[in-house]
């Protein structure tokens, strides 16, 4: 699952160009240039989310609109970008479940699953669950 987390790149005089995940208190990285310091913050903003999956803590959801972000005075002079983040890739502890579920809805999942391709039915039900909560806080 791919969401997309707004960061703030600032620069002054003498010093690297910083990045702030504002979505992420206390999550910054730094580059030489932009595109380094827009890499360095995709992998602090993957290390931190491990930190909060091995943590059990919630993950933050990206602020959907970052021009609210953009109005803090401390945000100000900086250039807003969005970092793509696959969570897929961070999460890879996994725990067998048994669920009971209506025949009705497994074979409509299975024929989902099957039409777009998904890996398997655990991930199918692993995306809708994630969509889910986010959708629904």
């Known amino acids: ?18 990045v702030t995940v504002p979505d992420l208190p206390g999550c910054f990285s730094a580059g030489a240039s932009i595109d380094e310091a ?26 959907p609109d970052y021009t609210t972000l953009a109005q803090k005075k401390e945000y100000s002079d900086g250039i807003w970008h969005l970092v ?6 961070l999460d890879t502890k996994t725990r067998r479940v048994n669920i009971t579920i209506p025949e009705r809805l497994l074979n409509r999942m299975d024929r989902y699953v099957k039409e ?4 398997s ?14 959708q629904h806080p």
């Open 116 to 119: 777009h391709r998904l890996d």
């Open 38 to 63: 827009l890499q360095q913050a995709k992998e602090a903003i993957g290390c931190h989310i491990e930190g909060l999956l091995l943590d059990n803590e919630d993950l933050p959801s990206p602020t």
């Open 84 to 89: 793509e983040i696959d969570l897929s890739k």
């Open 1 to 18: 699952m791919l969401i997309y987390y707004p960061v703030v790149i600032h620069k002054d005089n003498d010093s690297d160009f910083g």
């Open 121 to 134: 039915r655990s991930g199918f039900i692993a995306q809708a669950t994630e969509t889910f909560i986010n």
